[in-house]
C-alpha cells in the first residue's frame, strides 16, 4: 500500500513578544503574539524522514525576536511583511510564507489630565491583528480588529420577525444590545497606513454602534459597513462577525415582585451569531 502527500505546511504558534520603545521622556509598549507558516519543498522529511531542509520552528521564533530587535516592530503589517519576505529572501525552497499577528493594545494611564510617560492600563479583550501571505510572485495582506465589546442599554429592538410553532421569543423595541466586533478587511495598497485606517474604521462603527437604532444585529453590521467605508477610502470589502450576548430579563411574577425591565442575567451561551462581508458599491 502507497500514500502520497497532499499540501502541507508548518511553523510556529503563539510567539509572543513585547518590545519597548524607550524616549527621553516617553516610553512606548508593543505585545504581540505570532503565528508562522511556511510552505515548500519539505515533503523529504514527511516521506523519508529527511530532515536536511526543514528550517526548526525554534529558528523560527527567534526569528521573531531577532527581527524585533534589528528592526523595531512599528506596525504590525510592516512587521508581518517583514517576516515572512525574510524566510523567501534566506530560504530558496521555501515557496510561501503566512504570519498572522494580533497586537494587544495599552492604553496610558492618565493622571490629574495628563498622560502618564511609561504607565499603562488594559484595553480589555480587544486586539488589533493582521495576517500577510507572501509567495514568489504575490503578496495578500488583511488587517482587521477583533474582541472590541460593546454594549449599550436602550436604543435596539426586535420586532416582525418570521414566527412558527416553536417561536417564544416576545417582540421588543427596547433591549439591551451586546456583542464582541471582529472585523478584517483586505489591504490592497500595501503601502499605505494601515494603524491609520484601522482608528478611523473602529471609530466609524463605534458611532454607528452608539448612535444608531438597532433593528437588529444584522442591520447593525450593514450600518457600520457603510460607515467603514466612508471613513476610509482605502477598503472596498470588510467581513463582520457580530454575537448577540444576550441579556436575558427575569420574570418576577413567580416571586411576587413586579419587574421595571432593570434587572437582567447575562449570558453567551447559547447566543446568535451572525457574520456577512460587505462590498463597496461603485464610487
Given at each position: 500500500m502507497t500514500a502520497q502527500l497532499g499540501e502541507q505546511s508548518y511553523g510556529k504558534s503563539r510567539v509572543r513578544v513585547s518590545?519597548?520603545?524607550?524616549?527621553?521622556?516617553?516610553?512606548?509598549?508593543?505585545?504581540l503574539t505570532v503565528d508562522l507558516s511556511l510552505d515548500g519543498d519539505f515533503s523529504a522529511a514527511y516521506t523519508h524522514g529527511d530532515n536536511s531542509a526543514v528550517?526548526?520552528?525554534?529558528?523560527m521564533k527567534n526569528t521573531v525576536y531577532a527581527l524585533a530587535q534589528q528592526h523595531g516592530i512599528g506596525s504590525i503589517e510592516t512587521f508581518a511583511g517583514r517576516l515572512a519576505k525574510h524566510f523567501?529572501?534566506?530560504?530558496?525552497?521555501?515557496?510561501?510564507?503566512?504570519?498572522?499577528?494580533?497586537?494587544?493594545?495599552?492604553?496610558?494611564?492618565v493622571i490629574?489630565?495628563?498622560?502618564?510617560?511609561?504607565?499603562?492600563v488594559s484595553a480589555g479583550s480587544e486586539v488589533w491583528c493582521c495576517e500577510t501571505r507572501i509567495t514568489r510572485n504575490e503578496t495578500h495582506l488583511q488587517s482587521g480588529l477583533k474582541g472590541l465589546q460593546v454594549l449599550k442599554t436602550t436604543g435596539s429592538g426586535f420586532s416582525k420577525f418570521l414566527k412558527d410553532g416553536f417561536?417564544?421569543?416576545?417582540?421588543?423595541d427596547d433591549r439591551i444590545f451586546a456583542t464582541t466586533i471582529e472585523g478584517e478587511w483586505p489591504c490592497v495598497n500595501l503601502a499605505a497606513d494601515w494603524p491609520a485606517a484601522r482608528r478611523a474604521i473602529r471609530a466609524a462603527l463605534l458611532k454607528v454602534f452608539a448612535e444608531n437604532f438597532s433593528s437588529s444585529v444584522q442591520a447593525t453590521l450593514y450600518q457600520m459597513a457603510t460607515a467603514a467605508f466612508?471613513?476610509?477610502?482605502?477598503?472596498?470589502?470588510?467581513?463582520?462577525?457580530?454575537?448577540?450576548?444576550?441579556h436575558l430579563p427575569i420574570n418576577f411574577g413567580p416571586l411576587?415582585?413586579?419587574?421595571?425591565?432593570?434587572?437582567f442575567v447575562p449570558t453567551d451561551e447559547p447566543h446568535g451569531l451572525i457574520r456577512a462581508t460587505v462590498k463597496r458599491g461603485e464610487r
Open positions: 518590545r519597548i520603545t524607550r524616549g527621553a521622556d516617553r516610553q512606548e509598549i508593543q505585545e528550517i526548526p520552528t525554534d529558528t523567501l529572501d534566506r530560504f530558496s525552497h521555501v515557496g510561501s510564507a503566512v504570519v498572522h499577528i494580533e497586537e494587544r493594545p495599552w492604553s496610558r494611564i490629574d489630565g495628563n498622560e502618564h510617560p511609561h504607565s499603562f417561536t417564544t421569543l416576545k417582540e421588543t466612508s471613513s476610509c477610502p482605502l477598503i472596498d470589502e470588510i467581513s463582520f462577525t457580530m454575537p448577540h450576548q444576550h411576587g415582585l413586579a419587574g421595571d425591565n432593570s434587572i
